[in-house]
């Protein structure tokens, strides 16, 4: 069996750990050395402190990002011009004239000292089976996937689309549209046909990478199958290159070549396409609070950059350690933390492949032992999960190579953070709870930004990292000033990594995140200010859900059910949901002239949902109701909306400015009868 064949990756797993771990001993050697983290402004005598340093990188902003440029980024080009940005404007450029490439980074520039390294452990949905892989095997198989998109056609600029399970040939196969100028558009592989087709379709890709099947927590799932019908409604795409996960055969056609058999016909050599710091390196699709998702796009050089630095910063990442971020690579934190990041600073990445249930609850922390991580970076989410299996699950396993606890992509409950840090990390292990957004690239703010040792407090992300200047703003667009103060979360000044427009739409772009508070950045997530000036995230301001870590527009939801045919209309609204964070609540406004009966028409709006978007977007609870409360100006009110799917009916505040006050009437008893 070739290298990449299904089970394949021919080299033996324990060679490859004892290798690793060879490796990581002389990483502690390194690490135990004291260095400063920030070389790049060891001659700047007045910079002592954290403070000093984020003070510096604000005021000096490009005195500051071009140091690190120079010294963490390889060049082919050097930059003169270090930004042109104006908020106002949404012009955003970043080392303007350089040119350089992200898999050269990521890559080859590692190989000279690190080739024999691992550069992946491949933790498979089947436990015990993991896989490593080499920066030198990396290598060979990022430049055999250039050249085999090289000569079917891809040239730079155009867009790949991606829908593989997290696999060594994922992440290879975006390294490869990095090496030859394509741009990537992975979609998580949990998406429905009809989302894939419309990301390929609004991506204009020619060309789709998938796998003939993909195995997650123990289930086999058919994504060809998938890919085939969504490749049938785009007749753009000119081939499909299938990756035998499995050894299952699947149907191939005319349009469909196998990848692995392609791969062994290229040579291992491919040559390196220059890229202006400016060319976008992917696109990934996320969602807004209306309208269809967005294709979000990053360039190379800002991108690349900031990944790097917020990655080494926010960790304390050292050389020979193993990073195990856990998201999935159809996500932006697969993108950032478990590729970017730790390749672009020839680290050792985990790519895991299953759940965190699968076989059981202590599937994450019998990984951790077996492969001794030192960091785990994963979402809230399945912590509430975890906490609720009971502690066995966790204590019976090994975990004191854990140094650093990650989290991202919710607030990290009180309740979640005592049990990830008591008894997970038994005191011993800090917390990094970072917040950050498929938009900003990578980590705004988080517990020690540079300053190894700083306090860290529950509940809360902290800090600013280096180059970003929060504000919170009031709904006046009035800057909230001092502590202990809430407001819209805001960036006041461009950082590299911030995502540069939506795919075919600038406008949008413009309008989304600039418009709202002219001259800043706007997140759509509210926050705290506490004392010592410690930020908390509040949650979301607009109709944008959060459930279990994973983004959707309530106007998705509510598009899929609106189109069935006995439907008047819908409000999906999000509620405190005790694991998944945030629950999905819709209410369903049927027509008179209906035909079917309630129960045929939820499961038909359920199939929908799975079809049109994911199970993913599933909702908790489906209301059906006459009407849905709105004011006398027809606005639908969804503060009410969401106090009744909140348990909350005594919170409805003054309602006698509403067309139908009945509604609200109805819709609370209907509620406390469903749930
Ligand atoms: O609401 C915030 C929440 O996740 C949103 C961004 O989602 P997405 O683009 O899918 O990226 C997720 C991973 C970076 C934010 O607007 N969020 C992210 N991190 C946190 C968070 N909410 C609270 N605390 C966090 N640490």
Not at 23 to 50: N, Y
Not at 443 to 456: D, F
Not at 506 to 529: C, I, W
Not at 645 to 666: F, H, M, N, Q
């Amino acid at each position: 069996m070739s290298m990449f064949g299904a089970v394949g990756f021919s080299l033996t797993t324990k060679s490859r750990h004892l290798l690793l771990r060879s490796l990581q001993r002389k990483g502690c050697a390194a690490r135990c050395i004291s260095t400063t983290p920030f070389p790049e402004f060891d001659d700047l005598v007045d910079i002592k402190t954290h403070e000093d340093l984020h003070k510096f990188s604000l005021e000096q902003p490009d005195t500051f990002w071009s140091r690190l440029a120079r010294s963490r980024l390889t060049w082919n080009k050097d930059f003169s011009t270090v930004s042109k940005c104006d908020f106002k404007t949404g012009q955003l450029e970043w080392f303007v004239e350089g040119t350089l490439n992200a898999s050269v980074n990521c890559v080859d520039r590692h190989l000279k000292e690190r080739g024999d390294q691992v550069a992946l452990i491949w933790e498979r949905d089947e436990p015990g089976t993991h896989v490593y892989l080499t920066y030198k095997e990396l290598s060979e198989m990022v430049g055999r996937i250039g050249n085999l998109l090289r000569n079917s056609g891809v040239k730079a600029g155009d867009r790949v689309a991606i829908y593989l399970p997290k696999t060594p040939m994922a992440i290879a196969t975006m390294l490869a549209c990095a090496r030859i100028g394509a741009i990537h558009s992975v979609v998580f592989a949990g998406f429905s046909a009809d989302a894939l087709a419309g990301r390929i379709q609004d991506a204009e890709a020619q060309t789709v990478v998938t796998a003939n099947q993909t195995v997650r927590g123990g289930r086999i799932i058919e994504l060809k199958q998938t890919v085939d019908a969504a490749v049938s409604k785009c007749p753009g795409v000119k081939q499909v290159l299938v990756y035998n996960r499995t050894e299952t055969k699947v149907p191939m056609g005319k349009l469909d070549i196998d990848m692995v058999e392609a791969m062994a016909h290229e040579s291992p050599d491919c040559p390196v396409e220059e890229r202006n710091s400016e060319d976008t390196l992917f696109m990934l699709y996320t969602s807004g609070s209306t309208g269809k998702p967005k294709g979000i796009t990053h360039s190379t050089a800002g991108y690349l950059l900031y990944t790097n630095v917020t990655f080494k910063h926010a960790f304390d990442y050292n050389p020979g350690e193993i990073f195990g971020c856990v998201a999935d690579i159809g996500w932006i934190t697969g993108h950032s933390y478990a590729l970017y990041g730790p390749l672009s600073n020839g680290g050792t990445t985990l790519l895991f492949e299953s759940t965190p249930l699968y076989p059981d609850p202590g599937r994450y922390w019998e990984m951790v032992e077996r492969l001794k991580l030192d960091h785990i970076y994963l979402a809230p989410t399945s912590l509430r999960m975890l906490l609720k299996a009971g502690d066995e699950y966790v204590k019976k396993y090994d975990r004191s190579s854990l140094r650093k606890l990650g989290c991202v992509g919710e607030p990290l409950n009180s309740e979640a953070w005592e049990w990830y840090y008591n008894v997970v990390g038994e005191k011993r292990c800090d917390i990094i709870d970072t917040w950050w957004q498929t938009e900003t690239g990578g980590i705004c703010i988080s517990p020690r930004p540079s300053e190894p040792g700083a306090e860290i407090r529950p509940g809360m992300p902290m800090r600013p990292m280096l180059g970003i200047d929060l504000a919170l703003v009031d709904t006046q667009g009035a800057e909230v000033t001092g502590e202990d103060c809430e407001g819209a979360l805001c960036i006041r000044r461009p950082w590299p990594g911030i995502a540069r427009t939506i795919h075919g739409d600038h406008q949008r772009y413009f309008e989304t995140y600039f418009k709202p508070m002219p001259g800043m950045y706007y997140t759509g997530d509210g926050a705290h200010r506490h004392k010592g000036g410690y930020y908390q995230i509040t949650g979301r301001m607009d109709d944008v859900l959060n459930v279990s870590g994973h983004r959707l527009g309530t106007a998705e939801i509510e598009d899929v059910m609106d189109d069935h045919i006995d439907v008047a209309e819908s409000a999906v609204v999000g509620f405190p949901h005790e694991i998944k964070g945030e629950g999905i609540y819709a209410y369903v406004v049927l027509k008179d002239t209906r035909t079917l009966g309630k129960k045929e028409i939820e499961t038909q709006l359920r199939a929908g949902i799975k079809k049109r978007i994911g199970n993913l977007a599933q909702p908790d609870m489906i209301l059906f109701t006459p009407g849905l409360p709105r004011t006398r100006s027809g606005k639908i009110m969804r503060r009410i909306l969401r106090k009744v799917a909140s348990d909350k009916p005594d919170e409805l505040g003054d309602i006698s400015t509403l067309s139908e006050p009945e509604v609200v009437d109805y819709i609370v008893k209907k509620h406390e009868q469903l749930r």
